[in-house]
């Protein structure tokens, strides 16, 4: 069985996840910030309407969010696209990464939760198991 680890990084000391021992997390570093980082791909509200009428379950995305990037939200940005996804129970996966090596390939998406305290969003180990 061929398994593909989409996620990225959290923090240095992380248990590893009981179903899959040999996966350990290092220490969060900057999600690969570069001169892009908070110009990244996002999708529109139409695109997001177009998933929920299609009836995706999960969509996954190899940046920082699927709203508007901040330097270009206007005042009162409200997340309309969180809003339209999450609203229609379509979850969102956030900061996948390794994308390139499942591309063309059936796969079953597996997402393991993870308790972070603090935190306001639902961070989770993403792999993906290629089936053949």
Do not use: Q
Request: glycine share 8%.
């Amino acid at each position: 069985m061929e398994m593909v680890d989409l996620s990225r990084v959290i923090y240095d000391g992380m248990p590893k996840i009981p179903i899959l021992p040999d996966v350990h997390v290092r220490k969060f570093l900057s999600l690969e910030k570069g001169p892009d980082y908070n110009l990244h791909p996002y999708l529109s509200v139409d695109a997001a309407k177009w998933m929920v009428k299609r009836g995706i379950k999960m969509f996954g995305i190899d940046c920082i969010t699927v709203d508007l990037p901040t330097p270009l939200r206007p005042k009162g940005f409200d997340f309309p696209v969180h809003r339209t996804l999450l609203g229609n129970e379509v979850l969102i996966a956030e900061n996948v990464t390794n994308l390139g090596s499942i591309v063309g390939k059936r796969t079953r998406i597996l997402a393991f939760p993870l308790r972070v305290k603090g935190s306001d969003a639902g961070h989770a180990r993403i792999v993906a198991e290629v089936l053949h």
